[in-house]
């Protein structure tokens, strides 16, 4: 069965440090991997990750996937409060036709 | 100049009833989608719409029907609500169906059944 695992759950940081979020994935046929960033409400798209893009950077947040370990990882750095968040990976399964998402990572940058 | 919106942002009711969340969706996309967000945050697919056409329908329950009148809009009708359709339930809509697309999620109807 096709399915997203993320690592850790959860992650309590001080402001500054990095962190780094995994996504692991088993799927028949890889389309495309998907970070989103969850605060209180909806879901915001952050990076799309495919064969043909497998680093995406975008300020302080920055992106890899790994097709051969099936896996990608999100890296935050010189964190800040307002990236405490649900960050949630997503994979599109092409024969299912659907995004499937992991459980999530709750971040929490404390001051 | 909301890009993805619903309505009502909360729902509380009692099991038994009927009721209706609304979406609509400026982008001009063609496809949209319902997903449920459980109590441990987990986000899965219900249903999906391209065209006004469903592509996917999930293994949910009958008592859900999704209605889409146009391309800027899919519609959530419950009927005899019961305590464990208590969750988060997102709209959201891309460009295509196509998995080069992302999604863009509205901001959430919590319901709560009691």
């Known amino acids: 069965e096709d399915k997203v695992v993320q690592s850790p759950l959860s992650l309590v940081v001080h402001e500054g440090d990095t962190v780094t979020l995994n996504c692991s994935y088993e799927v028949t046929n890889f389309r495309s991997l998907l970070w989103y960033k969850q605060e209180k409400k909806a879901p915001t798209f952050l990076f799309m990750l495919t064969s043909s893009g497998i680093e995406k950077k975008s300020g302080r947040l920055s992106s890899i996937l790994d097709k051969k370990e099936l896996s990608s990882i999100l890296n935050i750095t010189a964190t800040q409060t307002g990236d405490s968040a649900i960050y949630l990976c997503?994979?599109?399964?092409?024969?299912?036709?659907?995004?499937?998402f992991g459980q999530g990572t709750r971040l929490t940058i404390n001051p | 100049d909301t890009a993805v919106s619903q309505t009502p942002k909360y729902l509380v009711t009692q099991m038994g009833n009927d009721k209706s969340i609304k979406c609509e969706q400026n982008l001009g996309h063609d496809t949209m989608y319902w997903y449920k967000q459980d109590s441990k945050k987990f986000l899965k697919i219900m249903f999906s719409y391209n065209n006004k056409e469903l592509i996917i329908n999930e293994t949910v329950p009958n008592r859900f029907s999704p209605k889409s009148p146009d391309k800027a809009h899919l519609n959530l009708h419950i009927n005899s609500l019961e305590l464990g359709d208590s969750a988060v339930y997102f709209c959201a809509s891309s460009q295509d169906w196509l998995p080069s697309y992302e999604q863009y999620f509205g901001p959430g109807t919590r319901l709560t059944v009691t």
């Open positions: 997503a994979v599109w399964f092409q024969g299912a036709q659907k995004l499937v």
